[in-house]
């Protein structure tokens, strides 16, 4: 059973950066894909970008494009998700996702604060 653990979360000024960190373990292999959601305070839960794990290739919402940049280290089993030039309205819960079986499997969430 895959496991996700994201980490790097925190309070930043706005223009700030943060990069957030999800360590997977529990499979094998690379035929498959990990990506990045968020979810603010009395909104749905929104996506941001993904890759393919094996060739690494990206995908990201228009809302970030630009301003964030999602990678891997297979080496580590780590994604990661930089984020530059944060705004106030990133402010949300942070969360990295794959799917396993025909199910999603969600991370515990890292919290992002961006003060004005």
């Known amino acids: 059973q895959v496991q996700l653990v994201e980490s790097g979360g925190g309070l930043v000024q706005a223009g700030g950066s943060l990069r957030l960190s999800c360590a997977r373990s529990?499979?094998?292999?690379?035929?498959?894909?990990m990506g990045w959601f968020r979810q603010a305070p009395g909104k749905e839960r929104e996506f941001l970008a993904t890759?393919?794990?094996?060739?690494?290739?990206?995908y990201y919402a228009d809302s970030v494009k630009g301003r964030f940049t999602i990678s891997r280290d297979s080496v580590k089993n780590t994604m990661y998700l930089q984020l530059n030039n944060l705004k106030p309205e990133d402010t949300a819960v942070y969360y990295c996702?794959?799917?396993?079986?025909?199910?999603?499997?969600w991370g515990q969430g890292t919290q992002v604060t961006v003060s004005s």
């Open positions: 996702h794959t799917r396993q079986g025909g199910a999603d499997v």
């Open positions: 529990g499979r094998t292999g690379t035929n498959y894909d």
């Open positions: 890759l393919s794990w094996g060739l690494g290739t990206p």
